[in-house]
């Protein structure tokens, strides 16, 4: 809603009906609203007249204006526009101005732009009202001139955070919330039902952490902070998992990527609903069949895969009833489902910040030295697939293959690639300009040769969604169409799942810029259309289809890119690769041409220069040509030298895009004013917001772009700031404390001053010059930096010192004494000087290093300990100490980056940007390090001493032996020498062991096993005091008897049992003496099982939690587990063709026999019984059965059976048997009949379609 708070509540109040409002009511509110706005003022400044009077004592002092204020009060409200006696806000003369209008009125006025009143500006603003579309410190009516600003200042935070639900019901109510019975594929394939919340309030989707652990699915690490409703908080998210999900009917298969949460919400609904049957969803198949009882939620299902599950169809019935809405796992319901009393209601508002690793990470890693990197496997398989299959074309621009991985599925994308330009085109309908724009550049693709239509179908294939970005800075292109190739397919891979990225092939930012100060003449220039000059292979063309049409009314038509698209993963390096390439295939390239193409691009931007203008228009040549020759076209030509610039027209007339008169030329986050060859930085800012918290000062942090450290005495108060801000545990969106804010935001006010710096581009080195180079460290509780500058002497005697780069580091958060932290200065310095030296085309003719530190200088010339011996050791490597000197504090200009000054204060700032003055003079003039070196606070080790010591194990005793009854031994030998040893020699016991020193034993290892174990609750008896509750014993009662043991207490004191059974002595589960006694009785029990054993140990000791105890011994037991064992079941063979195919009834039959039974052929008295048996006929196709009688088992008889059987049933065609010697008799009589009957002409024709096959059934079977 956009109206205010207030008035959305008064709009509240006023309705008293039911049904929903019309607009004309909805009109005649707001109408009355505005009346009864344009009173209010008058209303409450003459009720509060007086009150306003009592303030005027302590406002003259600072704001005298509101005496006038005051004075006036009385009159009435006063229009500073119109001069009418009414606020400026219902002005209708100031309403009826445009936007820009109104501010620009409201600028002349001196009036604030937050409340519109004059006599103060917004810093001094003290209404706590705000923008009420944006929520930010400007009046409503000027929201429309700050809504360019407010986007930019809250794209960081929309690319940070994601919304993930939001929840909410009647405490008087059951609100549905649409849920839905899914299926889940675990890690075998076996699908498992789960509970899926459809949630189109939330951004990302989730699942439990008890779900994806039944599943055993595998996860991948992810760091996403997630935030509840009112910034409680919600945890962090415990992963990342790709989920296979289907329908109850597994007739559809979806790829669902989700965040891992220990829960999501509670049971839904929040209590039982009584059955009720709507009218309007009875033919209904519901998605959710039990969605009146409530349940846990499994899965979570956002919008980023919402469009998968929706279909068309929605049902609504009467006010106060659900909806359903149609989706592929049924009709889901949601809305009110009945008016009953409920429990409290859930509320779940999450968001997840998804990004703020990689803004953390682009805040520091300005400050991180390029270090050296080594291919991964992929990366060199990346390069041999560039180097194995890239061709060239006729025209000279190279062909390459898409660098697929194996094995790695892309399902569909069509589809999704359509709903994107769906959307795309309702973008258009409310901007003509930017469809007219869109429309020109796909033209523009078409005609060059870039796209051609996709006809053919083809099982390899990707289709890309793609988006406009505009850049208002751009001097050439405004609009640019992204694609999209990291959306995901139905497979859950995108093409860029599937490519390997390939190595980073160009230069570092920081050496790019490093070496283009070296040049006396700069010159700079891009690739126009880079990416777009390579090739794509036409066997990978499919992988870059896209869809589009001009005209909403046309069809949709499939393209497909021919050349290296933005957005593919693999673009950059296949386009910086080809660029190499280029240079390498050139024909007559020189080495110092190949050497530029290799080394002074940065993606297409060429930074390089030369020393004179011969050799800076022979390179722009010869580059050119280089380039030109495989389709590289240079344009926006930039340089500091006129001649150049007067002269490119001329002599390369391709050369449309130049920028002649062009003073600053943005390049690579600096601004080089080519006129005068200065440098400088962009400094800017959006509005400040209402609140500055955590993440919007880690924004504004961020966005000063500084890549060589000119100006870190400023960047490194921001780092220190942050350093507090993360010790304090303040969280992402809380306020500051008020002591970072005000020092953070006078810090802000000033760095804009800094647009305002100048610095030399050009270090003064060339061929005919001296140059040194001079490191500076320093270090302060803080933090500590080092500063490099290149001093120059040229031939005439002049001396030119320049700032170089610069580097800082705040201080660990672990605190360091002040001298290591000036080592680390110094070791940082070193890094730096190695990283700049690498990348100058010249060598240093001296190099100094310089530190206001005296033990520093002493640790650089000795042997120390670990922390400071790696360190020196590191600083040796690059700087020996003979290069380092002593500077005074005051002449050292790393001094002011280690603390950090105010940007007003660096602009000034000579020591910084020159280095010290004597720097500018003859060597003789510089400082001489004294002799002697303070080393007192760092030591040196002068002898080693070793140490052996061996600590004893408080079990060790007991570890010793496997048997408790040999360890019951060997401790009652070992209390009879302590007890011979003290008597005398004639009562001194000897032979065998008698069962009171066994028991006595017994006793002795319970007792020391209790005292190691149970200390305090022996402590605690002794002294008549309570156990405590958390003691694992406190139920159990324990005493202590007469020899200080431990024993379970209980009411059977009186029982005639013995006291072992009434009161057994405790033993601690985790000790070695509980194994040993479990490992005893399990023996003694034959190997009983965990019953058996547990009865048989409870009978004199009492072991808490015996139970995993004796399970664990039974389990470890190698004869148990063999015997306990289960056989395995062979499956069993496929049915025979005879059981499973359809015929007539009995024509496959099986036979066997019954019996004996006693029949009696008689009734009546003196009947006798004999023996007969019962021949069964089984139907193999049906089953049905045929019982006749035998009268024993010979085969006669078996075949009089047989022939009244088929009298009956008819004749079989398969007859199955075992090998009784009846059947084998028959069957051999069955064949002998069979061919006797065979040879008569009359009735071989009638039983060839008769004959019957035997089949036995193998021996033994």
Same mark, same amino acid.
């Given at each position: 809603?956009?109206?205010?708070?207030?008035?959305?509540?008064?709009?509240?109040?006023?309705?008293?009906?039911?049904?929903?409002?019309?607009?004309?009511?909805?009109?005649?509110?707001?109408?009355?609203?505005?009346?009864?706005?344009?009173?209010?003022?008058?209303?409450?400044?003459?009720?509060?007249?007086?009150?306003?009077?009592?303030?005027?004592?302590?406002?003259?002092?600072?704001?005298?204006?509101?005496?006038?204020?005051?004075?006036?009060?009385?009159?009435?409200?006063?229009?500073?526009?119109?001069?009418?006696?009414?606020?400026?806000?219902?002005?209708?003369?100031?309403?009826?101005?445009?936007?820009?209008?109104?501010?620009?009125?409201?600028?002349?006025?001196?009036?604030?732009?937050?409340?519109?009143?004059?006599?103060?500006?917004?810093?001094?603003?003290?209404?706590?009202?705000?923008?009420?579309?944006?929520?930010?410190?400007?009046?409503?009516?000027?929201?429309?001139?700050?809504?360019?600003?407010?986007?930019?200042?809250?794209?960081?935070?929309?690319?940070?955070?994601?919304?993930?639900?939001?929840?909410?019901?009647?405490?008087?109510?059951?609100?549905?919330?649409?849920?839905?019975?899914?299926?889940?594929?675990?890690?075998? +394939?076996?699908?498992?039902?789960?509970?899926?919340?459809?949630?189109?309030?939330?951004?990302?989707?989730?699942?439990?952490?008890?779900?994806?652990?039944?599943?055993?699915?595998?996860?991948?690490?992810?760091?996403?902070?997630?935030?509840?409703?009112?910034?409680?908080?919600? +945890?962090?998210?415990?992963?990342?998992?790709?989920?296979?999900?289907?329908?109850?009917?597994?007739?559809?298969?979806?790829?669902?990527? #989700?965040?891992?949460?220990?829960?999501?919400?509670?049971?839904?609904?929040?209590?039982? =609903?009584? #059955?009720?049957?709507?009218? %309007?969803?009875?033919?209904?198949?519901?998605?959710?069949?039990?969605?009146?009882?409530?349940?846990?939620?499994?899965?979570?299902?956002?919008?980023?895969?919402?469009?998968?599950?929706?279909?068309?169809?929605?049902?609504?019935?009467?006010?106060?009833?659900?909806? @359903?809405?149609?989706?592929?796992?049924?009709?889901?319901?949601?809305?009110?489902?009945?008016?009953? *009393?409920?429990?409290?209601?859930?509320?779940?508002?999450?968001?997840?910040?998804? %990004?703020?690793?990689?803004? !953390?990470?682009?805040?520091?890693?300005?400050?991180?030295?390029?270090?050296?990197?080594?291919?991964?496997?992929?990366?060199?398989?990346?390069?041999?697939?560039?180097?194995?299959?890239?061709?060239?074309?006729?025209?000279?621009?190279?062909?390459?293959?898409?660098?697929?991985?194996?094995?790695?599925?892309?399902?569909?994308?069509?589809?999704?690639?359509?709903?994107?330009?769906?959307?795309?085109?309702?973008?258009?309908?409310?901007?003509?300009?930017?469809?007219?724009?869109?429309?020109?550049?796909?033209?523009?693709?078409?005609?060059?040769?870039?796209?051609?239509?996709?006809?053919?179908?083809?099982?390899?294939?990707?289709?890309?969604?793609?988006?406009?970005?505009?850049?208002?800075?751009?001097?050439?292109?405004?609009?640019?169409?992204?694609?999209?190739?990291?959306?995901?397919?139905?497979?859950?891979?995108?093409?860029?799942?599937?490519?390997?990225?390939?190595?980073?092939?160009?230069?570092?930012?920081?050496?790019?810029?490093?070496?283009?100060?070296?040049?006396?003449?700069?010159?700079?220039?891009?690739?126009?259309?880079?990416? /777009?000059?390579?090739?794509?292979?036409?066997?990978?063309?499919?992988?870059?289809? !896209?869809?589009?049409?001009?005209?909403?009314?046309?069809?949709?038509?499939?393209? /497909?890119?021919?050349?290296?698209?933005?957005?593919?993963?693999?673009?950059?390096?296949?386009?910086?690769?080809?660029?190499?390439?280029?240079?390498?295939?050139?024909?007559?390239?020189?080495?110092?041409?190949?050497?530029?193409?290799?080394?002074?691009?940065?993606?297409?931007?060429?930074?390089? +220069? @030369?020393?004179?203008?011969?050799?800076?228009?022979?390179?722009?040549?010869?580059?050119?040509?280089?380039?030109?020759?495989?389709?590289?076209?240079?344009?926006?030509?930039? #340089?500091?030298?006129?001649?150049?610039?007067?002269?490119?027209?001329?002599?390369?007339?391709?050369?449309?895009?130049?920028?002649?008169?062009?003073? *600053?030329?943005?390049?690579?986050?600096?601004?080089?004013?080519?006129?005068?060859?200065?440098?400088?930085?962009?400094?800017?800012?959006?509005?400040?917001?209402?609140?500055?918290?955590?993440?919007?000062?880690?924004?504004?942090?961020?966005?000063?772009?500084?890549?060589?450290?000119?100006?870190?005495?400023? &960047?490194?108060?921001?780092?220190?700031?942050?350093?507090?801000?993360?010790?304090?545990?303040?969280?992402?969106?809380?306020?500051?404390?008020?002591?970072?804010?005000?020092?953070?935001?006078?810090?802000?006010?000033?760095?804009?001053?800094?647009?305002?710096?100048?610095?030399?581009?050009?270090?003064?080195?060339?061929?005919?010059?001296?140059?040194?180079?001079?490191?500076?460290?320093?270090?302060?509780?803080?933090?500590?930096?080092?500063?490099? $500058?290149?001093?120059? *002497?040229?031939?005439?005697?002049?001396?030119?010192?320049?700032?170089?780069?610069?580097?800082?580091?705040?201080?660990?958060?672990?605190?360091?004494?002040?001298?290591?932290?000036?080592?680390?200065?110094?070791?940082?310095?070193?890094?730096?000087?190695?990283?700049?030296?690498?990348?100058?085309?010249?060598?240093?003719?001296?190099? $100094?290093?310089?530190?206001?530190?005296?033990? #520093?200088?002493?640790?650089?010339?000795?042997?120390?300990?670990?922390?400071?011996?790696?360190?020196?050791?590191?600083?040796?490597?690059?700087?020996?100490?003979?290069?380092?000197?002593?500077?005074?504090?005051?002449?050292?200009?790393?001094?002011?980056?280690?603390?950090?000054?105010?940007?007003?204060?660096?602009?000034?700032?000579?020591?910084?940007?020159?280095?010290?003055?004597?720097?500018?003079?003859?060597?003789?003039?510089?400082?001489?390090?004294?002799?002697? %070196?303070?080393?007192?606070?760092?030591?040196?080790?002068?002898?080693?001493?070793?140490?052996?010591?061996?600590?004893?194990?408080?079990?060790?005793?007991?570890?010793?032996?496997?048997?408790?009854?040999?360890?019951?031994?060997?401790?009652?030998?070992?209390?009879?020498?302590?007890?011979?040893?003290?008597?005398?020699?004639?009562?001194?016991?000897?032979?065998?062991?008698?069962?009171?020193?066994?028991?006595?034993?017994?006793?002795?290892?319970?007792?020391?096993?209790?005292?190691?174990?149970?200390?305090?609750?022996?402590?605690?008896?002794?002294?008549?005091?309570?156990?405590?509750?958390?003691?694992?014993?406190?139920?159990?009662?324990?005493?202590?008897?007469?020899?200080?043991?431990?024993?379970?207490? +209980?009411?059977?004191?009186?029982?005639?049992?013995?006291?072992?059974?009434?009161?057994?002595?405790?033993?601690?589960?985790?000790?070695?003496?509980?194994? =040993?006694?479990?490992?005893?009785?399990?023996?003694? &029990?034959?190997?009983?099982?965990?019953?058996?054993?547990?009865?048989?140990?409870?009978?004199?000791?009492?072991?808490?939690?015996?139970?995993?105890?004796?399970?664990?011994?039974?389990?470890?037991? !190698?004869?148990? /587990?063999?015997?306990?064992?289960?056989?395995?079941?062979?499956?069993?063979?496929?049915?025979?063709?005879?059981?499973?195919?359809?015929? /007539?009834?009995?024509?496959?039959?099986?036979?066997?026999?019954?019996?004996?039974?006693?029949?009696?052929?008689?009734?009546?008295?003196?009947?006798?019984?004999?023996?007969?048996?019962?021949?069964?006929?089984?139907?193999?196709?049906?089953?049905?059965?045929?019982?006749?009688?035998?009268?024993?088992?010979?085969?006669?008889?078996?075949?009089?059976?047989?022939?009244?059987?088929?009298?009956?049933?008819?004749?079989?065609?398969?007859?199955?048997?075992?090998?009784?010697?009846?059947?084998?008799?028959?069957?051999?009589?069955?064949?002998?009949?069979?061919?006797?009957?065979?040879?008569?002409?009359?009735?071989?024709?009638?039983?060839?379609?008769?004959?019957?096959?035997?089949?036995?059934?193998?021996?033994?079977?």
């Amino acid at each position: 809603s956009k109206l205010a708070h207030e008035t959305r509540k008064q709009w509240e109040l006023s309705l008293v009906m039911d049904d929903l409002p019309s607009f004309s009511v909805l009109r005649e509110f707001l109408e009355n609203r505005a009346r009864s706005l344009e009173m209010v003022p008058l209303l409450n400044t003459t009720a509060k007249t007086t009150t306003t009077t009592k303030n005027v004592f302590h406002t003259a002092f600072t704001e005298p204006e509101v005496n006038v204020a005051t004075s006036t009060a009385t009159k009435g409200p006063h229009c500073s526009y119109c001069n009418r006696d009414h606020k400026i806000y219902v002005c209708s003369q100031f309403s009826q101005l445009d936007s820009k209008g109104k501010l620009t009125a409201i600028k002349k006025l001196g009036a604030c732009i937050n409340c519109l009143s004059k006599g103060h500006i917004l810093a001094n603003c003290h209404s706590t009202s705000s923008c009420r579309i944006c929520q930010r410190r400007h009046h409503t009516l000027l929201h429309e001139n700050f809504t360019n600003q407010s986007a930019r200042l809250n794209a960081l935070s929309n690319k940070q955070r994601l919304n993930v639900t939001a929840h909410y019901a009647d405490a008087n109510r059951v609100i549905l919330l649409a849920t839905a019975e899914i299926m889940v594929q675990d890690y075998t +394939g076996r699908w498992q039902p789960a509970r899926a919340l459809l949630d189109n309030g939330s951004h990302a989707s989730f699942v439990t952490e008890a779900c994806v652990q039944r599943l055993r699915l595998p996860r991948t690490l992810s760091s996403v902070h997630v935030t509840g409703i009112g910034s409680l908080q919600g +945890g962090r998210a415990k992963g990342e998992v790709t989920l296979s999900i289907s329908t109850r009917t597994l007739d559809t298969k979806f790829q669902v990527s #989700t965040l891992i949460l220990p829960k999501i919400t509670n049971d839904l609904p929040t209590s039982a =609903l009584p #059955t009720t049957s709507w009218p %309007h969803l009875t033919d209904l198949p519901l998605a959710d069949r039990y969605y009146s009882q409530p349940g846990p939620i499994d899965i979570l299902i956002g919008m980023d895969e919402m469009d998968k599950f929706l279909l068309h169809g929605l049902r609504k019935g009467e006010r106060g009833t659900p909806m @359903a809405q149609n989706t592929v796992f049924g009709w889901v319901l949601s809305g009110n489902a009945a008016n009953l *009393q409920s429990p409290p209601v859930n509320i779940s508002t999450l968001h997840s910040d998804l %990004h703020l690793t990689q803004l !953390i990470h682009k805040f520091w890693e300005l400050e991180e030295l390029p270090a050296r990197k080594f291919l991964s496997p992929e990366e060199s398989m990346c390069e041999k697939l560039y180097d194995d299959t890239t061709e060239r074309a006729s025209d000279g621009r190279y062909i390459v293959r898409l660098p697929l991985k194996k094995n790695v599925l892309i399902g569909e994308s069509r589809e999704a690639a359509i709903r994107a330009l769906l959307r795309m085109e309702r973008r258009f309908t409310a901007n003509e300009q930017l469809r007219k724009e869109y429309t020109m550049f796909m033209d523009e693709l078409t005609s060059m040769g870039h796209m051609e239509p996709a006809e053919t179908t083809t099982d390899k294939l990707y289709y890309m969604p793609h988006h406009a970005v505009v850049k208002t800075t751009s001097q050439t292109t405004k609009l640019r169409v992204v694609f999209n190739a990291s959306m995901k397919s139905t497979s859950g891979n995108s093409l860029n799942d599937a490519l390997m990225l390939g190595p980073q092939l160009q230069q570092d930012l920081f050496s790019i810029l490093v070496r283009f100060r070296t040049h006396r003449f700069g010159i700079i220039a891009d690739i126009e259309k880079m990416y /777009r000059q390579v090739y794509v292979a036409k066997e990978d063309t499919d992988y870059q289809r !896209i869809v589009w049409r001009s005209n909403p009314a046309d069809p949709v038509r499939d393209y /497909r890119l021919l050349r290296v698209t933005y957005g593919v993963a693999s673009a950059s390096h296949l386009a910086v690769k080809s660029l190499h390439r280029a240079a390498l295939n050139a024909s007559n390239a020189s080495k110092d041409v190949i050497e530029v193409i290799m080394s002074d691009f940065y993606m297409d931007d060429l930074l390089s +220069g @030369a020393d004179t203008f011969d050799e800076l228009a022979l390179l722009q040549k010869n580059v050119s040509h280089a380039l030109s020759e495989s389709g590289f076209e240079l344009r926006k030509w930039g #340089t500091n030298s006129q001649m150049l610039r007067d002269m490119i027209p001329h002599a390369s007339k391709q050369i449309s895009h130049l920028l002649a008169d062009g003073d *600053q030329i943005r390049t690579l986050g600096t601004i080089w004013h080519t006129n005068n060859d200065w440098l400088s930085i962009a400094v800017s800012f959006s509005d400040l917001p209402p609140k500055l918290t955590k993440r919007t000062f880690l924004s504004d942090s961020s966005k000063v772009f500084d890549p060589l450290g000119l100006i870190a005495p400023c &960047t490194i108060r921001s780092k220190i700031w942050l350093q507090k801000l993360w010790r304090s545990n303040v969280d992402w969106d809380e306020p500051v404390p008020s002591e970072i804010a005000r020092d953070w935001l006078a810090h802000r006010r000033e760095l804009q001053q800094l647009s305002a710096l100048k610095l030399s581009r050009w270090l003064g080195t060339s061929k005919t010059s001296d140059s040194q180079y001079h490191i500076f460290t320093d270090a302060s509780e803080v933090a500590y930096a080092a500063a490099l $500058y290149c001093r120059t *002497q040229f031939p005439d005697g002049t001396i030119k010192v320049v700032l170089v780069a610069a580097k800082t580091r705040v201080a660990p958060l672990k605190t360091i004494s002040l001298p290591r932290l000036e080592l680390c200065a110094a070791h940082l310095g070193a890094k730096l000087v190695k990283q700049v030296q690498s990348n100058l085309n010249h060598t240093f003719s001296k190099l $100094y290093a310089w530190t206001d530190s005296m033990i #520093t200088l002493a640790w650089l010339q000795g042997r120390w300990s670990v922390f400071v011996a790696n360190r020196v050791a590191a600083v040796q490597d690059i700087l020996p100490a003979t290069h380092w000197r002593h500077v005074a504090s005051e002449h050292n200009p790393a001094d002011c980056a280690s603390r950090g000054i105010l940007p007003s204060q660096l602009l000034k700032h000579q020591l910084w940007w020159h280095g010290p003055q004597w720097l500018h003079e003859n060597n003789s003039n510089w400082p001489i390090s004294a002799e002697s %070196h303070t080393t007192d606070l760092e030591l040196k080790s002068s002898k080693a001493v070793t140490l052996l010591t061996q600590t004893t194990d408080v079990w060790d005793f007991l570890t010793k032996y496997h048997s408790f009854s040999k360890l019951k031994r060997i401790t009652a030998y070992l209390l009879r020498f302590i007890d011979n040893a003290r008597a005398s020699a004639g009562i001194r016991k000897t032979g065998g062991l008698s069962c009171v020193e066994i028991q006595n034993a017994e006793i002795a290892l319970v007792k020391y096993t209790q005292f190691i174990v149970f200390k305090k609750e022996i402590s605690n008896c002794r002294e008549n005091k309570p156990i405590h509750t958390r003691s694992s014993l406190a139920r159990l009662q324990p005493f202590l008897d007469a020899n200080g043991i431990l024993r379970v207490g +209980g009411r059977i004191k009186n029982a005639t049992l013995s006291d072992y059974v009434k009161h057994p002595l405790i033993v601690p589960k985790k000790s070695p003496l509980a194994n =040993l006694i479990a490992v005893e009785v399990h023996l003694l &029990t034959l190997h009983g099982g965990p019953q058996i054993m547990q009865a048989a140990i409870q009978r004199r000791f009492w072991v808490p939690g015996i139970r995993n105890l004796v399970r664990s011994i039974y389990r470890k037991c !190698i004869r148990c /587990r063999r015997l306990s064992c289960q056989p395995l079941h062979q499956l069993m063979a496929d049915l025979p063709p005879s059981r499973v195919t359809s015929t /007539r009834c009995f024509l496959h039959s099986a036979v066997d026999y019954a019996g004996p039974y006693a029949v009696k052929f008689t009734h009546g008295r003196g009947a006798k019984s004999t023996k007969a048996y019962i021949c069964s006929f089984i139907c193999m196709s049906t089953g049905a059965m045929h019982l006749e009688l035998a009268g024993d088992l010979s085969s006669i008889a078996f075949i009089a059976a047989f022939k009244r059987f088929t009298n009956r049933r008819g004749y079989c065609q398969h007859i199955y048997s075992d090998n009784g010697t009846n059947f084998v008799g028959a069957e051999k009589e069955l064949r002998l009949a069979y061919e006797r009957c065979i040879r008569d002409e009359r009735v071989s024709s009638y039983f060839a379609n008769a004959q019957i096959f035997w089949h036995f059934n193998p021996p033994s079977a």
